[in-house]
Nanobody, 115 residues
Framework: QVQLAESGGGLVQPGKSLRLSCVAS????????MGWYRQAPGKQRELVAV???????NYADSVKGRFTISRDNAKNTVDLQMNSLKRDDTAVYFC?????????WGQGTQVTVSS
C-alpha cells in the first residue's frame, strides 16, 4: 500500500532552520509530482512548495527565498529545507504525491516556531 511518512518537525526559535523529510513507499516515486502543504490552526490547508517529476519547483509567496524543496528519486524522498522561520510558519506540514487522479497524503508533522 501507499505510504508517505513525514519527519523532522519540532519546536524551533524564530530565525532558525528546520528540515522536513518525506519518504514514500508503494508508488513509482519518480513519476509523481511531490508537494509540501501546511495547515495552521483554524486555517485551510495551503500549498507551501511543489516539485515536478522533472525537478521544476514552485513556492508560495510567503516562503519564497526561505524554503527549498528537493527530491531524491533514488531514495524516494522529498525534503523541505526551511530557513529564517517565522511564527507564522507554525503549522502541521503534510507531504502530498500526485499522478493524474492518484493523490496521496502523509499524516503530517508539527512545526512550531516560538521563542
Amino acid at each position: 500500500q501507499v505510504q508517505l511518512a513525514e519527519s523532522g518537525g519540532g519546536l524551533v526559535q524564530p530565525g532558525k532552520s528546520l528540515r522536513l523529510s518525506c519518504v514514500a513507499s508503494g508508488i513509482i516515486f519518480r513519476m509523481y509530482v511531490m508537494g509540501w502543504y501546511r495547515q495552521a490552526p483554524g486555517k485551510q490547508r495551503e500549498l507551501v512548495a511543489v516539485i515536478t517529476n522533472g525537478g521544476t519547483t514552485n513556492y508560495a509567496d510567503s516562503v519564497k527565498g526561505r524554503f527549498t524543496i528537493s527530491r531524491d528519486n533514488a531514495k524516494n524522498t522529498v525534503d523541505l529545507q526551511m530557513n529564517s522561520l517565522k511564527r507564522d510558519d507554525t503549522a502541521v506540514y503534510f507531504c502530498k504525491a500526485v499522478l493524474g487522479s492518484a493523490v496521496y497524503w502523509g499524516q503530517g508533522t508539527q512545526v512550531t516556531v516560538s521563542s
